[in-house]
């Protein structure tokens, strides 16, 4: 297993998670948009956890029913 600092998808992840969330306070606060914003900051944040979930994943059987459960 990579350590999570060699890991390319995790650290992209967490940007593009971070980019979502700021995204989601700007549409909040300036357009007054509740109910996108909110299935974007979920959807957006999701790739983060299945990434994790994924890395510890026992075996292939896991892996892809951790994908095919969202």
Do not use: H, P
Not at 7 to 30: D, G, H, M, T, W
Not at 32 to 60: M, P
Request: glycine content about 2%; hydrophobic content about 35%.
């Amino acid at each position: 297993m990579k350590n999570r600092k060699e890991n390319i998808a995790f650290n992209k992840s967490v940007s593009f998670s971070i980019r979502i969330i700021r995204l989601y306070k700007y549409l909040c606060e300036q357009k007054k948009e509740y109910v996108l914003s909110k299935q974007l900051l979920r959807s957006g944040t999701a790739i983060g956890a299945l990434i994790s979930e994924s890395e510890f994943a026992q075996s292939k059987a896991d892996l892809s029913t951790s994908y095919t459960s969202q």
